[in-house]
């Protein structure tokens, strides 16, 4: 079979040579630094079956222009474009879609995701290739056929047949929900996906709805409720729970059609397998978390060594009482009860590091902001000390409480914690060495965390650029490049952002989340404070 080829166009070098290493396992890779190259190579054997092009290039040739140039060329015109851009607006992004792109991915780019992305649309290519191919050749069977007065039935069978090859190839199921008649019609594929037998009736419908995976159904069934009000189109990603306990995950997508009263008459969608991708994520920032506790390996090391040498101490102050003479029962309380403090002040440590390093729970949970920072310093204070970083902590008496998960917030603010160090300690400067962790309650219903090092700030060419994969301003060796990026996709998934800027003296980490709900609070009873 033909090898497979994509035409990446970026005017960045690094940017085509990163994407270019994540694609060239598994495709012919072509490059283009331009758009009026990329209208070349494009149009030149072998031609690529997908493009992923850059928004914004320089020279008077955007990706839009270039998009619209390849629409226009017969021989390029059915070439799927994925846009592949920054942080755009709504509108931009309707733009490019309105233009003719199939889809878009956000710098910075994540491996796994690009390579899912990737993978869907050239299968959907395939699948339209070999479906053109077909109709073609359907197309001069049905002449033949209907010269020799043979019905068309078994044509619209076969043509059927082809469809639900597609599809299947795809991952991709198709349905159709008749409202007024509640009447539901689903490609083979909706059945194969859902591991369910293909029956009719009444009840046709709730076999899918039962294999949603409980904890999401409420807020899927939700969701499409406010897309009847709304009349918008329907998206989301949710949990099928299967018969034998499997977890996949999947993409839905639905139109419904009304009528002029604004009364819903017909339901039409897709759902997709996405199980390969979602657990690619999940891979990635796995990896990232047990690249965090191998760098604080030395520091917990440490940490373990104080309480075991009061209870050595401890342990021999005893035996030398009893070799000197009996200890008195008061004196013996007091050492063995250190002893217990210290053990299990050393079981907690052990404990924190082992929930660190499980992967998290498909379930979000309701968090508290200051408990997510006290547990992450808890875990990196000891380097702060033994690096003679002072942190300065500004916590609210009250902070209402946010959504998603305890362990993956953590290992966000340890990467903006240990980069901090990293910068602090870079300067080789003994003044001023402070690190400043913050929460803000705001009015909006947002609570901010924010992280501010004087370890000097970012340079202005590279902060544009410092949430994107592979980035890395550190020495070979010293760092992936990968933890802002995973960084940003938590909190992304969070429903929150995450920005940086330059302040006076260094750089400053600002996470912005939603409120969990109105009346969830916390009582911190410690206030704001300084520690060492």
């Known amino acids: 079979m033909e090898e497979t080829t994509v035409l990446i166009v970026d005017d960045e070098p690094a940017i085509l040579a990163t994407t270019s290493d994540m694609l060239s396992p598994h495709y012919c890779v072509r490059a283009a630094n331009s758009g009026a190259r990329a209208l070349e190579v494009a149009a030149t054997e072998p031609r690529p079956s997908l493009i992923l092009l850059d928004v914004r290039m320089p020279g008077g040739m955007d990706g839009y222009t270039v998009l619209s140039l390849l629409k ?52 959907l290519k395939q699948a339209h290739d070999f479906l053109r191919d077909k109709n073609a050749y359907l197309e001069k069977e049905v002449n033949r056929r209907l010269q020799e007065r043979i019905g068309t039935e078994e044509l619209l069978q076969e043509k059927e047949a082809h469809l639900s090859h597609a599809q299947r190839i795809a991952h991709l199921g198709s349905w159709s929900l008749d409202l007024i008649e509640n009447k539901l019609e689903c490609s083979a594929e909706m059945y194969r996906l859902f591991e369910i037998e293909a029956k009719g009736g009444a009840d046709a419908y709730q076999n899918f709805v039962d294999i949603v995976h409980p904890e999401d159904l409420q807020s899927v069934q939700k969701e499409y409720r406010q897309s009847l009000k709304s009349q918008l189109p329907y998206e989301s990603e949710y949990r099928l729970l299967m018969s034998d306990g499997r977890i996949k995950y999947a993409y839905y997508r639905s139109e419904t059609s009304f009528d002029d009263e604004g009364i819903p008459l017909k339901a039409e969608g897709i759902v997709q397998d996405i199980t390969e991708r979602k657990l690619a994520q999940a891979q990635i920032v796995q990896a990232s978390k047990m690249s965090t506790l191998g760098e604080m390996a030395t520091s917990v090391a440490h940490e ?113 914690l240990t980069n901090a160090r990293d910068a602090i300690s870079s300067r080789q400067n003994p003044d001023g060495r402070k690190i400043s962790v913050g929460i803000n309650v705001c009015e909006d219903k947002t609570i901010e965390i924010s992280v501010e090092d004087t370890g000097g700030g970012i340079e202005d060419n590279v902060i544009q650029r410092i949430f994107e994969p592979f980035y890395t301003t550190k020495d070979m060796g010293e760092g992936t490049g990968l933890g802002l990026s995973v960084s940003w996709g938590i909190i992304r998934d969070m429903g929150g952002t995450i920005s940086a800027k330059n302040t006076g003296q260094g750089a400053k980490f600002v996470i912005s989340l939603p409120q969990a709900g109105d009346t969830d609070t916390v009582e911190d009873k410690t206030g704001a404070e300084s520690d060492q």
């Open 72 to 123: 226009e060329n017969p021989s390029t015109r059915d070439i799927p474009v994925i846009f592949v851009t920054g942080m755009e607006t709504v509108s931009e992004e309707k733009k490019g879609l309105s233009l003719g792109a199939v889809d878009y991915i956000t710098k910075p780019i994540h491996p796994a995701i690009l390579l899912a992305r990737v993978k869907n649309h050239v299968m």
């Open 304 to 416: 373990l060594n104080q309480p075991l040498n009061v209870i050595r101490m401890a342990t021999g102050n005893i035996l030398r009482k009893m070799s000197a003479g009996i200890p008195t029962p008061e004196y013996l309380s007091k050492k063995l009860q250190r002893i217990s403090d210290q053990t299990e002040r050393a079981a907690t440590i052990i404990d924190h590091m082992r929930m660190f390093g499980r992967r998290a729970s498909e379930q979000p949970s309701k968090i508290d902001p200051t408990e997510l920072v006290r547990s992450a310093l808890d875990l990196i204070g000891e380097q702060l000390r033994l690096a003679q970083i002072e942190v300065e902590l500004n916590l609210p008496e009250v902070c209402p409480l946010i959504l998603g998960h305890q362990v993956q917030g953590e290992q966000v603010l340890l990467n903006l």
